[in-house]
């Protein structure tokens, strides 16, 4: 059978993005390398709490505007509508640039209290100040962001995140290296916003005009202020076990868990952040030429390669958590180990709450999600409320791994209001039974042989074992071939004929 033209692009996106989320989340971690290195721990603490400031204030700031960038302007494209998509992409700007500059005067205006609040200490106030100019610049790339997103440039938008990430560190690091220490860091986050955002306005001048009148402002803020509220709840989910495991658990502990966040992120952040970020504009344009039903066939779709792709990372992270600590962080953090599977495996059930996400904020339906993820926060804060105290850095990673079980079980409750949902439960449930199976062989070998330089041995192994059970399971057709087939790049074509073989 024929791959849906619709599908393939969605799915090529969402490897060009997973690909440019790794990236990133790679280029990242090498800075934080080096920038450990090159400050004091007093400036790390500061560093954090710049960190935490900065993505709350740009978080109100963007006022939930790349959410409906991702929706609106992929709607009126497929209605073949490209004035209103044109109006609404001028008049998303317009807000963005007017909310950072609101946003980064509170911040400046705020300082102290944020210096004196998150350090103990006036002393940092300077670099708060000066860190305000970071909203400024990062508002409206995260709003452009979306707007790439909502016109279907999936690899022009990951080579601007790849792109704005070196220019990060090009400005960040000589500056480190001649002894700016946080203002080098600072330097670094204002000339990504304004790098990307350039670069992302000039991209959709191919899609949308600018010289259009505006939109109007009062559906585009409807639709996404509660967004925002998600998005500021969301914020609030990120924190509050590490917030928690501050006050309860001791500081070697706090660090061994900061390892478990940022090994997860590959995860959350590099591949789940990244496919969602193709399935909302995707899902839009489906809306917009066919109505519900057409969302409800996306949903099924989604499903089931949400089932084959995210199944093995997250289960196969967890077989592998030994080894990517100690490369992470070394030795010394292994109590991170068993965190990292919890978390690891229970983000799975994260992962088919992102194509349901994806379906209610294309229904319109933002007031939904907003309150999923309210009640799942609120989950996580109980749990770990009563988890920490006596498990300590596990029971912070059980409390956000019930985060993550509540969005998707209460939002299969609230989805079911809006939309005949359909689940492709026969590849989901296939897709975990492989998954489960490739872990036996990846762990007899670290217990014959633990070491980081056999990762990609296991990696092998595993991705081997998962493959020959889905074809004893018969679960990949033709079909998911072909599509496997249009998505990866010449360059990865070689892994097609094996595939084949396989599955013919």
Known sequence: MEPDSGAVKTARGSVELVAQGIANIFLGLIFFIFLARMISKDEMGVYAALTMSYSL???????????????????????????DASAVARSLIEISVASGIALTFIFYIS???????????????????????????????????????????????????????????????????????????????????????????????????????????????????????????????????????????????VGAYNVTIMASTLLTGGILQSINSTLLPAMSQSYGAGGLATVENALYKSSRYMALVYSPAAIGLASVATPAVYLMAGEVYQEAVLPLAILAVGSLAFGFFTPLSAALATAGETVRVFRITLIAVVVDVLASILLIPNLSIVGAALGRALLFSTSFVYGLFEIKRVLKTRFDVEAAWKAILASIVMTFPVVAIQLWKASVLLIPVYLAVGAGVYAITLKILRLVDSTDILIAERILPKSLSFIMKPLRKLFA
């Open 57 to 83: 204030f740009q978080i109100i700031g963007s006022l939930g505007l790349n959410v409906a960038a991702a929706r609106f302007v992929p709607k009126f494209l497929a209605e073949g509508n490209r004035r």
């Open 111 to 253: 300082a102290p209290l944020l210096s004196f609040g998150l350090t103990k200490s006036l002393e940092h106030l300077e670099i708060f100040q000066v860190c305000s100019l970071v909203v400024l610049a990062v508002v409206p790339m995260i709003v452009l962001d979306g707007l790439l997103q909502g016109v279907q440039e999936f690899g022009r938008l990951a080579i601007v995140r790849i792109l704005g990430q070196i220019l990060k560190i090009a400005v960040s690091f000589p500056l480190l290296l001649v002894g700016h220490g946080l203002y080098a860091v600072v330097a670094g986050w204002i000339a990504l916003g304004i790098g990307a955002s350039l670069l992302s306005f000039f991209l959709l001048r191919r899609h949308v005009s600018f010289r259009v009148n505006g939109y109007r402002y009062s559906p585009v803020l409807k639709f996404s202020l509660p967004m925002l509220g998600s998005s500021l709840v969301t914020f609030a989910s990120g924190w509050v076990d590490m917030f928690l495991a501050m006050l309860y658990a001791s500081l070697p502990e």
